[in-house]
Structures are given as C-alpha cells and as structure tokens.
C-alpha cells in the first residue's frame, strides 16, 4: 500500500458555537487541525498510509493534537517533540453575505521554531512514495522554510513523487522574507502544483486576465488554461498543475470544481452547487487529499482522478471540522450522480 508524509503545522482551532460573532462568544469549541495534517487524516480515512511530520510541545496540547491524528489512523511515529507551545487559530464562520474571519495566534510555536536537522528525513522517507507540503509551512519563518527545503531535496533524491498546494496566506508572511524569494526553490522540486489565481499572483506574479472571484458563480474554466501553463513553464519538473475553481456567491453558497493540466491536455470536472455550506475551512485541504488518493487508485485515468478530489471537496463541506470525514464510497456515489442527500437505512 502507498504510504503519504504531510509535513506542516497542526494547531488548535477556536470557534464561536454556531454562526456566532466573536464579540458574542461565552465559550470557543475546539478542534485540531492545519493543511497538512487535514491531509495526512482524509487519506487515513480513505484507508491509506499516511505519516504526518511536525514539532510539537512537551505539553497537554502538544498530546491531545497527537491523539487526534492517532485517533483517525495517522502515523506520528516522526513527529519531533519541542518548543514553547502550539500554535491556535481562532475561527468566526460566515454565513450568507458575511464572510468568516481568522485570527492566527502561531508566533514562536513548535512547528515555527523548527530547525533544519531536527527531522531525520531519511527515516521519515522510508518506503515512503509520496510526500506533501503546503505554502503554510515556508510562510511561518525562515527556519521552517529550510527545514520545507531540507525535506524536499531528501524526498527528490529518493525519487518520492512530491506534491504542493501553494497556499498563499498574506497574514503570515512577516518575517522579513517575502513569497517570491522564498517558495521558487521549493515548488521547483515539486511534479504536483496546486493552487488557484490567487496564489499564482502572490508567489509568482501568474495571474488570469479577467477573472475576478467576488463576482459569484461565473467561473471560466479556459480563463485558467494560461495561469496552469505558465506555471508548468516556470517549473518543468511539474507533471500536473491543477486549479480549484470557486464561485462565491455568499459565504452559505459557492460552486466549487477544478481543472488539471497535464501538459498536453485540459481536464475540467464538472460544477457542484455547495449551498449550505457547513465548514467550508480544509477544502482545498480535502481536494489535495482526494487528488493523492486518485492519483495513485487511478494512475492512468487524470479526468476521473480530478472529479474524485472535486466530489470529495465538495463532500467535506458538508463536515464540520478541518478535516475530510467522507468515505471513498460516499465520494464515488456523489461522482456517479447522487447528490440527493437521502437517508442511509
């Protein structure tokens, strides 16, 4: 069975009960989560092997993050242990025509003071096949950044396919390093590239002519045929560039697809309609999972690969949580066309 290492920070989230305010909230519910090891989860839950790599405090939090990933089938067998405390971030879901808000409070936490040395990748890459990082992980600080680095040049010499979603998140990137001279010499290891208009810009100065997202549905698919070219241009170890396609209409309703480009050809998966959206946070996080799984089920087959990590995403935000609690079955059944939402007896 393939086995998968994510590579990134797990945090505390915070939220308001419901669709509460913060300046209505008593009380905050908690869950465990960040892209990476959304990731690492949704493909434990698709029953694969998945390692999730970190740095954790030696503390009561630094324990119950790690029981949450023991929880749903993750391996933490490498996680490194250290640091002064776990990164939290609060979260004020949106609803309707107000959007959701995030406040990170992650500086001089375990996993943004790691160092590079501290993992021992040729371990952590033991019969491994697959290894995935995000954008997060080299926005945090310069030393996460080289230890993101570190990882990728071991991964890449063991011929371990490598795989990112670019993540571009302006509130982190304040350490005095700006994205352009940080993540070309990550993404330039990578054969899988994802990321949407947005990340593309910030990162590489790519970016569609006429598209704009804050005008609801309206999502051409061509429009980012050049953004995926351009990309695989600029780094030519890519063998597959993808883009998520969201339409916001409100925050309660967006459509959602994606396309892939191969280098020769242009998949598009088809359009749902995510009108009650529950927890629209891990979507791209559940997309990446659902592609690392498709892609090694279904090697051969691009098109179906990418309408699985689209049903799978679309899926997840019906789920409160960060991370994809959908099955492969449930997935297939949305791909096959029942979209119903009917009790299952």
């Not at 070219?229 to 560039?241: D, Y």
Request: charged share 25%; glycine share 10%; proline share 4%.
């Amino acid at each position: 069975m393939p086995r998968i290492v994510t590579f990134g920070e797990i945090m505390l989230r915070l939220s308001p009960p419901g669709w509460k305010r913060f300046s209505q909230a008593s009380s905050f519910e908690v869950i465990y989560g960040g892209g990476e090891s959304n990731v690492a989860v949704t493909l434990a839950n698709y029953g694969m092997e998945s390692r999730f790599v970190t740095r954790l405090p030696e503390n009561d939090l630094g324990d119950c993050a790690l029981n949450s990933l023991r929880a749903r089938g993750v391996d933490v067998s490498q996680v490194k242990r250290g640091g002064d405390r776990l990164g939290i971030y609060f979260l004020e879901t949106g609803a309707m025509q107000r959007g959701s808000k995030v406040v990170y409070d992650r500086d001089h936490s375990g996993m943004a003071t790691i160092v590079p040395g501290e993992i021992d990748w040729d371990a952590v890459f033991t019969d491994v096949d697959w290894f995935h990082w995000t954008g997060i992980t080299p926005a945090l600080s310069q030393s996460a950044a080289d230890a993101c680095l570190e990882a990728c040049k071991v991964a890449s010499a063991k011929g371990v396919t490598i795989s990112t979603d670019l993540n571009y998140r302006k509130k982190l990137w304040n350490y005095g390093k700006s994205p352009q001279e940080v993540m070309p010499a990550l993404v330039e290891l990578c054969d899988v590239i994802l990321g949407n208009e947005e990340d593309a810009e910030k990162h590489f100065d790519i970016h569609p002519e006429s598209v704009d997202v804050t005008k609801g549905d309206t999502m051409d698919p061509e429009a980012y045929l050049p953004v995926c070219k351009a990309l695989m241009k600029r780094f030519p170890k890519a063998k597959k560039v993808i883009t998520t396609l969201r339409g916001s209409i409100s925050a309660s309703h967006n459509t959602w697809s994606g396309v892939m480009w191969d280098g020769k050809q242009m998949y598009t998966a088809p359009t749902y309609q995510l009108s009650h959206i529950v927890d629209r946070v891990g979507g791209g996080d559940s997309f990446m999972g659902g592609l690392i799984y498709s892609l090694q089920t279904w090697p051969d087959d691009d098109a179906k690969a990418l309408r699985f990590a689209v049903a799978a995403s679309a899926l997840k935000h019906s789920i409160f949580g960060d991370a994809n609690l959908a099955t492969p079955e449930e997935v297939m059944s949305l791909m096959e066309g029942d979209g119903s939402g009917r009790v299952s007896r």
